[in-house]
């Protein structure tokens, strides 16, 4: 299934979310690793703060094993629902933040 995610960023762990999305520790992360990776190359972060971006999750809660793992250390207030396919969001792409934020 599909969903549309929002959640605000802990902004103060810019530089350790880039570490583990360029270092291949998410990307290696079985079985949703690629698609964590995927999903955060396609967020966008509004001007508010707030991530978005759409993601393709087959536990039966939305994002079980992605929050647990990787998403709840460095969200807040995450929301899902559910779509018909990825989404596009207006706003700055989600890694060139985490580029600006971390150097």
């Not at 902004?11 to 690629?34: C, H, M, V």
């Not at 993601?55 to 939305?62: A, G, I, L």
């Not at 990825?86 to 792409?93: H, K, T």
Request: proline fraction near 3%; charged fraction near 20%.
């Amino acid at each position: 299934m599909h969903y549309a995610v929002s959640g605000k960023f802990l902004s103060s762990r810019s530089a350790e979310f880039l570490q583990l999305l360029t270092n291949g520790i998410i990307a290696n992360q079985k079985p949703d690793g690629k698609e964590i990776l995927a999903s955060m190359e396609r967020a966008v972060i509004d001007h508010q703060g707030t991530v978005l971006w759409s993601e393709v999750c087959y536990c039966s809660t939305p994002l079980q094993h992605e929050r647990e793992t990787v998403y709840d250390h460095f969200f807040t207030n995450l929301e899902t629902r559910q779509v018909d396919s990825y989404q596009d969001f207006a706003g700055q792409p989600f890694m060139a933040f985490l580029q600006d934020q971390s150097s």
